[in-house]
């Protein structure tokens, strides 16, 4: 593939899998509201991104055996968290930015959850099984992934069991 044609698939796909998450959390929003036909479209719309997107990143030659997916998913968690994330804090901490100080140290907790799990994921795989794995719950307020029982409250936010979802 040429390269321009290359550098153009790839903003493609930024611009629709951003879509794609921004029209989710509007839906959310729409349904907060009552609105529900209004969800209804965000959603709908939000699929035909995600379609976009997946297409953009199948033409890219980005999809490629379990094995391969699993450690360009630890590639991208390690970046997070030991370039990415520790780099965006120190900005939030030195512009005071308590929100961004908030949001980046969750989200940088959980990758390094993320990265363990998919390097279990990765062991075994290399052993030609699956991954043996309990439920794994997602904190709606905070997005820490844990495996096993549930907590009473989020060990991150501290937000309450209810606010998990159970994968």
């Not at 951003?18 to 509007?26: D, S, V």
Request: with cysteine; proline share 2%; aromatic share 8%.
């Amino acid at each position: 593939m040429k390269k321009m044609t290359e550098e153009n698939l790839k903003s493609a796909f930024a611009g629709e899998s951003q879509a794609h998450m921004r029209y989710l959390i509007f839906a959310d929003k729409a349904e907060q509201e009552k609105k529900n036909n209004v969800a209804r479209l965000f959603r709908s719309i939000a699929h035909a991104e995600e379609i976009h997107a997946t297409n953009h990143f199948r033409t890219m030659e980005g999809i490629h055996p379990t094995a391969e997916n699993l450690e360009a998913a630890i590639g991208g968690e390690t970046f997070e968290v030991e370039e990415m994330y520790p780099a965006y804090k120190s900005v939030a901490d030195l512009q005071e930015e308590k929100g961004a100080q908030r949001s980046i140290t969750w989200a940088f907790e959980t990758e390094k959850v993320h990265q363990e799990l998919y390097r279990r994921a990765k062991e075994a795989i290399a052993l030609g099984e699956d991954l043996q794995i309990g439920d794994i719950y997602i904190c709606g307020a905070c997005g820490f992934t844990l495996e096993g029982q549930l907590p009473d409250k989020c060990p991150l936010c501290g937000a309450s069991s209810s606010r998990f979802s159970k994968f």
